[in-house]
Nanobody
Framework: VQLQASGGGLVQLGGSLRLSCAVSGLTDRSSAVGWFRQTPGKAREFLAAISWSGTNTYYADSVKARFTISRDNAKNTVALQMNSLKPEDSAVYSC????????????????????WGQGTQVTVSS
């Protein structure tokens, strides 16, 4: 199983970025996906999660109403649209996946995910 996050970069305060997570190796099973971020010296932070069906999503309070998670199962990708970015959003963003028996479950804890991809750096300048 491989996950590859992309789409990070440098953006100004109030700007937008769209991250993408390509998931491979889980095509024969349903998978739930989550996005996390981490800054040096801090614990990895949960941001958003989406069920296999895409019907259910869940967001951390810190990003609710600014970030939107979505998925395209035909392309095996999960996106994180980030709007109204702030300097405190600067971090390495990573996606994670896990098999799920049902199409409606979302997972918000780091320990619930089996597979992780390398992150992509997001820097928001003021």
């Amino acid at each position: 199983v491989q996950l590859q996050a992309s789409g990070g970069g440098l953006v100004q305060l109030g700007g937008s970025l769209r991250l993408s997570c390509a998931v491979s190796g889980l095509t024969d099973r349903s998978s739930a996906v989550g996005w996390f971020r981490q800054t040096p010296g801090k614990a990895r932070e949960f941001l958003a999660a989406i069920s296999w069906s895409g019907t259910n999503t869940y967001y951390a309070d810190s990003v609710k109403a600014r970030f939107t998670i979505s998925r395209d199962n035909a392309k095996n990708t999960v996106a994180l649209q980030m709007n109204s970015l702030k300097p405190e959003d600067s971090a390495v963003y990573s996606c994670a996946a896990r098999p799920t028996l049902g199409g409606l479950y979302v997972y918000t804890s780091l320990s619930e995910y089996n597979f992780w991809g390398q992150g992509t750096q997001v820097t928001v300048s003021s």
